[in-house]
Structure formats: structure tokens, C-alpha cells
Antibody, heavy 117, light 110 residues
Framework: QVQLQESGPGLVKPSETLSLTCTVSGGSISTYYWSWIRQPAGKGLEWIGLIYISGNTSYNPSLKSRITMSLDTSKNQFSLKLSSVTAADTAVYYC???????????WGQGTLVTVSS | QSALTQPASVSGSPGQSITISCTGT?????????VSWYQQHPGKAPKLMIYEVSYRPSGVSNRFSGSKSGNTASLTISGLQAEDEADYYCSSYTGSNTLLFGGGTKLTVL
């Protein structure tokens, strides 16, 4: 059974960079698309971006200028960096397998990131 | 990119059927057969209920079905049960490996 687990700081200061890592177990990261999705409290889901083994990425146009995604096959992990954060970036961040024209079957449990000084 | 349009809330009594709509454009819902539906209970990660418009993953009840007409996709839940009370989100491929979610619909089982 594939499992995903997000990790990273729960508190980030405004204007700084949010960094999260997703560790995948029960399957190789070397296939499929891998995505980040976020959800502000009481609001809907927002797809952030995806990465593929080739290193190819695709990002939400509204966040593209601030996003960097990468993957580490040796650790079976992929990561998200979101720069110049503001309070509007406060949300639960999920990692998931899928994206693009593929479905999200496996999700992490989500991690709350708060942007505050 | 604006979120796909879903009703904010729907409700139904146990045993009844309800339908949740998801309206987009010809650049997303209408242009591709890659619409998915997710169920989310409070404090939990979303769960895939329907993919590629009308396919059910293994383990999902056949009370859940999906369809699409033009730029609008729909999720129908028949024989409503208390456990179906949750938030539901649609998503659609939008080309170039990008994806868009709907704003979400809160289903209340009366």
C-alpha cells in the first residue's frame, strides 16, 4: 500500500520560503506524477503543481513565479518550495500521487503551515 | 484560472438521490474526459470517488456515479446514507499537465 507523509516547519515568517517534503513508502517515486495541493481553513482545494521522474514540472499559473519542486529518488521523496509567502499561503498542504490528466489515488494526511511573524 | 463552479451546498434525506454539478469551460471540463470527484470528511484527506468522468475506483460504492454533458460534469449519489455527509470536490484537467479544482460542495444528509 502506497503511503505519503508530509514534513516541514509548521510556522513560516512572511516573505520567507516555505519548504515541505513528502516521503513516499510502499512504492517507487520513479513512476507516476507527484503533486502538491493545499487547502486554506474552511476553503476549497487548490492544486499547486506536479513533478515527474524526468524532472519535468508543471505549476499552477497563479503560483508559478514562486514555486520550485524537486525530487530525490535516493530517498523516495519530493519537495516543494514556495517563496515570498504571505498570510494568504496559510493552509493545510497535501502531497499526493497523480496530477495532470491522472487521478489522485493516494494522499498524505496533510500538514498545516501557518505564515505569521 | 478560476475554480470550477459547484453549488455551495446540497442536501437530501436518507435513501434519496442527489446530484452535484461542476461547471467549467471548453478549456477544461468540456475539453477533456479527465474529470474526477473527491469526498472529504472533516479533518481528513480527500478520497477519490470518480475518475475520468464516470469510472469508480475499486472499493467505492456503486451508489456513486458520474457523468458529463458539455462543460458541466455531475456526481450523483443514490440511496443517500448518513456517512455520505461530507464535502465534495470536482477536478478537471486543463491541458499542459495542469489541473483545476471546483470550489467544493457541502452535502448534508437530513
Amino acid at each position: 500500500q502506497v503511503q505519503l507523509q508530509e514534513s516541514g516547519p509548521g510556522l513560516v515568517k512572511p516573505s520567507e520560503t516555505l519548504s515541505l517534503t513528502c516521503t513516499v513508502s510502499g512504492g517507487s517515486i520513479s513512476t507516476y506524477y507527484w503533486s502538491w495541493i493545499r487547502q486554506p481553513a474552511g476553503k476549497g482545494l487548490e492544486w499547486i503543481g506536479l513533478i515527474y521522474i524526468s524532472g519535468n514540472t508543471s505549476y499552477n499559473p497563479s503560483l508559478k513565479s514562486r514555486i520550485t519542486m524537486s525530487l530525490d529518488t535516493s530517498k523516495n521523496q519530493f519537495s516543494l518550495k514556495l517563496s515570498s509567502v504571505t498570510a494568504a499561503d496559510t493552509a493545510v498542504y497535501y502531497c499526493a500521487r497523480g496530477g495532470g490528466n491522472t487521478r489522485f489515488i493516494y494522499w498524505g494526511q496533510g500538514t498545516l503551515v501557518t505564515v505569521s511573524s | 484560472q478560476s475554480a470550477l463552479t459547484q453549488p455551495a451546498s446540497v442536501s437530501g434525506s436518507p435513501g434519496q438521490s442527489i446530484t452535484i454539478s461542476c461547471t467549467g469551460t471548453s478549456s477544461d471540463v468540456g475539453g477533456y474526459n479527465y474529470v474526477s470527484w473527491y469526498q472529504q470528511h472533516p479533518g481528513k484527506a480527500p478520497k477519490l470517488m470518480i475518475y475520468e468522468v464516470s469510472y469508480r475506483p475499486s472499493g467505492v460504492s456503486n451508489r456513486f456515479s458520474g457523468s458529463k454533458s458539455g462543460n458541466t460534469a455531475s456526481l450523483t449519489i443514490s440511496g443517500l446514507q448518513a456517512e455520505d455527509e461530507a464535502d465534495y470536490y470536482c477536478s478537471s484537467y486543463t491541458g499542459s499537465n495542469t489541473l483545476l479544482f471546483g470550489g467544493g460542495t457541502k452535502l448534508t444528509v437530513l
